[in-house]
């Protein structure tokens, strides 16, 4: 099976600031990766699929880059909504899929 | 307007079953496979199960592989997971989602607690 990690498992930042989160496949996955944020008590929400597109109605503060085993989400400029849970998942072994551990960002 | 509504959580006893339901509406149900993720409490997101459009493929993981049965029935635009010999650790929301470049599209979770 495919092992996502993610790096950091949590930190915190302030509002304004850009943030960069690191999820690593255990082997090469081309760019079949997606990434989502989220809150407390909600559902994820799929912000960023094929590495890099975002998903429609999804700020552009948001994007992502990678390809192969190294992915990172970048928010550019932190706003105060923006802090939750991030995950990345691969769908390369599409049905199989599986999810990273998780980034929570704090509020600093 | 796309909307999954999952139900049929609730509190069962180990080794105990219970069948969780997804309707879907919004969409052309019988067009799409779908999945079951769930999350344990305060844990992350594991994927469960998948099922495609047809119901002619199926994928279970590990961790529920002989225990939990996904269905569908595209008349009812509903997704099904029947879950038998239940575990302490199955305890979780259990969400259902539209695979769509990622999933593009969850259910608001439904909790199953495993506990005596």
């Known amino acids: 099976a495919i092992r996502m990690t993610q790096s950091p498992s949590s930190f915190s930042a302030s509002t304004g600031d850009r943030v960069t989160i690191t999820c690593r496949a255990s082997?090469?996955?081309?760019?079949?990766l997606a990434w989502y944020q989220q809150k407390p008590g909600k559902a994820p929400k799929l912000l960023i699929y094929?590495?890099?597109t975002l998903q429609s109605g999804v700020p552009s503060r948001f994007s992502g880059s990678g390809s192969g085993t190294d992915f990172t989400l970048t928010i550019s400029c932190l706003q105060s909504e923006d802090f939750a849970t991030y995950y990345c998942?691969?769908?390369?072994?599409?049905?199989?899929?599986?999810f990273g551990q998780g980034t929570k960002l704090e509020i600093k | 307007e796309v909307q999954l509504v999952e139900s049929g959580g609730g509190l069962v006893q180990p080794g105990g079953s219970l069948r969780l339901s997804c309707a879907a509406s919004?969409?052309?149900?019988?067009?799409?496979?779908m999945n079951w993720v769930r999350q344990a409490p305060g844990k992350g997101l594991e994927w469960v199960s998948y099922?495609?459009?047809?119901?002619?493929?199926?994928y279970y993981a590990d961790s529920v592989k002989g225990r939990f049965t996904i269905s569908r029935d595209n008349a009812k635009n509903s997704l099904y997971l029947q879950m038998n010999s239940l575990r302490d650790e199955d305890t979780a929301v259990y969400y259902c989602?539209?695979?769509?470049?990622?999933?593009?599209?969850w259910g608001q979770g439904t909790l199953v607690t495993v506990s005596s």
């Open positions: 094929a590495a890099s």
């Open positions: 989602a539209r695979p769509q470049g990622g999933f593009d599209y």
């Open positions: 082997q090469g996955i081309s760019s079949y």
């Open positions: 998942q691969q769908y390369y072994s599409y049905p199989l899929y599986t």
């Open positions: 099922i495609s459009s047809s119901s002619s493929t199926i």
């Open positions: 919004g969409f052309t149900f019988s067009s799409y496979s």
